[in-house]
Each structure stands twice: as C-alpha cells, then as structure tokens.
C-alpha cells in the first residue's frame, strides 16, 4: 500500500470590523509582532497592484513570501460597510526550511487575536494529499459532481503533463468556491528531489462565505473526490478505460460495481481539523516572546 499524508498548505484568515480605526490599529499592530518577534522576515508595504480599494502588505524571508496581510472594506446583506483584514499564509506544507517560518508566523499571528479578543474566521484552506508516489501511477475523479460544473473527462486533453484538473475552471478559477488538481510536486519544486504527487482541494472565500467552516467540512469535501492509487500502469490503464464508458452516467452509489474501490485512498482529516481548532486556543503567554525595545521606529517604515 502507498504511503501518504494529510496536510494544510494555504490557510486564509479574515477579522472583521464595524469600523476603520480600529481596523488600522489592528493592522499595524499584527505587523508590528512579526517584525519585533522575527527581525529576519521583510514587510513590503502596499503590494497590491489591483485598484479595487484594498491593500496588501507582503512578508518575505529573502526571495520567498512567507504571507500576506491585506486590509479592505465590503458591504454585508445589510448594506453596512463591514472593514476586513485577512492574513494568508502563502504554504505551510512546501517541504521546505519555510515551511517551520510559515507556522511560526501563522502562532504568532492567532496569538495576537486570541489574546487581545479578535475573533477570526476561516475563509480560505488548501487541503492537501501527499502521496509518496510518481504521477504516472495516480489520478483523482469527483465522484459527487456539482451542478453547472463542468470536469474534465478520462482521456480529454490536459493543459500540462505532471497536472491533472479535475474541474474546468481555467480562467475562471478565481471566482469559484473550490477547485482541485493532482500534480507532481518535484516538476514544480526542484529542490524536492524524491517522488510526491499531491492532491490539492482549494476551498476558497466564496465557499466559506456560504458555508461557515465547522468541524468535518473538510472530511465531508474530501470524500466527493476519489483519490487512486495503482500499483502497475497496466492496472491503471485497465481500469480507467472501464470507467470512461460509465463516467457520464454512474451513480456514486454504483461506483463500487467497476471495482475502483480497490485503488482508492481515504484519507482521514480530524489531525489538520483539531489543529484548526487548536488555533483559537493559543495565546501570547503561551510563547516565547521577545521583550519589545522602548522608542521603536518601526512605525516610521508604515
């Protein structure tokens, strides 16, 4: 049996405010505690190139963006001007010596809240599964579709060689609730120099903005997809090529009759489901904090 993991990669947070003092306070206060606690990291200040009224401070260690913190407006169901900040970490799960950057940042940042009582929610999570296998050997389906949803079929041409869509999305994707792709990780990472082919499950703000996140969304998402794994290509091939005369028209109830279930991984999400939990349980005595200089100027950089 193939080995694989389970993780969070892109984690999207967003505090709302009634009002833009408070907002800005806030924002400079959340920048303030990276720069004090992680002198390394470099804030790049109002980032966003899009005109549409919000602004974006960029965190970088070196070359690499470790998150984002943007801050703008939008109005609720009741036409009020509700005031947001969302902190974006860019991924925790890169196999990379940032990936412990990444985390740290993310503690720091819930720390901050939690202590001085800023509610927060989730509005964007990758769900990633990491298997430890070539691409070739692997390939993911939706098994529960959404209506006007179009998906790429078994043997329709894909964009790239080591991608796989499973939704077309294409140039639209930004404006979707979720979307989802299997990949081999090396072909875009080089410094990874062993096989992992990663499914990622992007649910995105639209989608928490119609369903609040609560404890088994992600297993409930994860399970509308399945996830194979063959252990020879000529198993794959022979398989795939039973699937593609029933794909248009089976039931997911029938599904198990084509005998896909004997490849198929399930992955189990309650650990990164409590660690999401975890978030809102940490605070700033829990840290090891370094002791903030008197007279700072980094305000003078804001």
């Not at 096989?195 to 509308?224: A, C, H, V, W």
Request: hydrophobic share 35%; glycine share 2%.
């Amino acid at each position: 049996m193939i080995n694989y993991t389970v993780h969070i990669d892109t984690l999207k947070l967003q505090i709302d405010f009634i009002n833009s003092s408070e907002q800005r306070e806030v924002m400079d206060q959340l920048a303030r505690a990276l720069d004090i606690t992680f002198p390394f990291l470099k804030v790049k200040y109002n980032t966003n190139t899009n005109p549409n009224g919000a602004y974006t401070h960029t965190v970088n260690t070196g070359r690499a963006k470790i998150l984002e913190l943007t801050s703008g407006a939008y109005k609720d169901k009741y036409q009020r001007t509700i005031y947001f900040i969302t902190i974006e970490i860019a991924g925790l799960k890169q196999y990379h010596k940032n990936d412990k950057i990444a985390y740290d940042c993310l503690i720091r940042l819930v720390a901050y809240l939690n202590t001085n009582e800023i509610s927060f929610e989730y509005k964007g999570i990758d769900v990633a599964v990491d298997l430890q296998s070539f691409f070739a050997f692997t390939y993911v389906f939706c098994n529960k579709k959404a209506p006007r949803v179009q998906y790429y079929s078994v043997y329709e041409k894909q964009p790239y060689l080591t991608t796989r869509y499973i939704e077309k999305y294409i140039n639209t994707h930004n404006q979707v609730m979720k979307r989802s792709k299997l990949y081999y990780k090396p072909a875009k990472d080089k410094y990874i120099t062993y096989p992992i082919t990663r499914y990622e499950l992007k649910l995105q703000s639209s989608f928490f903005n119609k369903y609040p996140y609560r404890y088994g969304m992600l297993q409930n998402e994860l399970d509308r997809y399945h996830i194979l794994y063959f252990p020879t290509l000529d198993e794959k091939a022979a398989a795939l090529e039973l699937y593609s005369q029933y794909e248009e028209s089976v039931r997911r109830r029938d599904l198990h009759k084509l005998g896909l279930d004997r490849y198929r991984l399930y992955p189990n999400t309650s650990e990164i489901e409590n660690f999401l939990f975890d978030l809102y349980d940490v605070y700033e005595h829990d840290l090891d904090l370094p002791v903030e200089e008197e007279n700072s100027d980094w305000l003078d950089e804001y």
